[in-house]
């Protein structure tokens, strides 16, 4: 077995899979991803994005495969793999009953971060929230925005190579979610740190460098999302109409086949010189609206995974 391997990477896995009796919750995964680089794996639930993190961050063995962190072996040294990586769950690893600081002091130390080291990481990252003064009530008083700003500051309050984000603002605002990634933005630019992000909330994804999609425990390749929505289509058309059937009928052999939701048609337009305008006036009192837009990352995860039977339809 291999200790380490002379390269940038940040995170190289090799056939990593996990297997619970004769189910493969990872299979054979592969991934390369460089120093510094935001990176996505996206998925519906149960596909293994969780299980994906565990391995990678030594919360479970792999049934089989390789992974390295930073060029050192998962396997060989599972305590030096906890320095260099920091994890935000999906549920909150804090202790409610403690207070900010406690909670944070408590991390420092199983960090071995020396107080004044920890005084002052900790001053420097509540000031990022505006927690400074919440800094000694109890986790319970506080928002749910504001625990999982903690949450969030305990995962780097190391100061860690690679910053695992398992579903880091499901349940938040849209302020709250604001807040977070400004400050994982500021994480990549001033301490180089390389971010791994799971998510539900597709958009927030829009902004990674390269995200792959996994399903069943195997991973999809995928792109950066500016090339995956680029090749997708150019539009795409959404109708609303009371005739599904005839208008899917009507449009199939010029678009091919639609996603339906209810009375809801989407369209993939993939050739740049459609007159949209002129198509609206052609389908008239058979459609009761219709608009088109530009295509996004959840129209390529729609396309994927919801419209597996449409002959060639995969992006």
Request: charged share 20%; with cysteine.
């Amino acid at each position: 077995m291999m200790t380490s391997i002379n390269t940038p990477l940040a995170i190289k896995a090799h056939d990593l899979s996990k297997q619970y009796e004769q189910i493969f919750a990872v299979n054979q995964l592969n991934l390369e991803i460089k120093a510094g680089q935001f990176y996505g794996l996206l998925g519906p639930n149960g596909a293994g994005k969780t299980t994906t993190i565990h391995m990678l961050t030594t919360m479970t063995v792999a049934t089989s495969g390789e992974a390295w962190i930073a060029g050192q072996n998962i396997i060989e040294d599972p305590v030096a793999i906890r320095g260099m990586v920091g994890l935000v769950f999906q549920d909150s690893a804090l202790d409610r009953t403690m207070s900010i600081d406690e909670n944070l002091q408590f991390a420092a130390a199983l960090y071995n971060l020396s107080p004044q080291q920890a005084n002052s990481r900790i001053d420097e990252l509540l000031a990022v929230f505006g927690l400074q003064e919440q800094r000694n009530k109890k986790l319970i008083t506080l928002s749910g925005g504001q625990r999982r700003a903690v949450d969030i500051a305990r995962g780097v309050l190391h100061q860690p190579k690679v910053l695992f984000l398992d579903e880091p603002t499901i349940g938040l605002d849209l302020p709250n979610r604001r807040a977070i990634w400004r400050f994982v933005d500021k994480l990549r630019r001033e301490e180089g740190m390389t971010i791994f992000l799971t998510t539900h909330y597709l958009e927030e994804a829009a902004n990674c460098d390269h995200v792959d999609f996994i399903q069943q425990g195997k991973l999809e390749q995928g792109g950066s999302p500016a090339n995956l929505t680029l090749a997708l289509a150019e539009y795409i058309v959404e109708i609303d109409t009371d005739e599904p059937s005839n208008i899917t009928k009507q449009l199939s052999p010029l678009f091919g086949q639609p996603i339906q939701e209810e009375q809801q048609l989407s369209f993939k337009i993939t050739a740049s010189d459609v007159d949209l305008s002129a198509l609206q006036k052609k389908l008239g009192d058979k459609v009761s609206s219709m608009q088109w837009r530009r295509p996004n990352l959840n129209d390529v995860y729609l396309w994927r995974f919801c419209a597996p039977d449409i002959a060639g339809e995969k992006a």
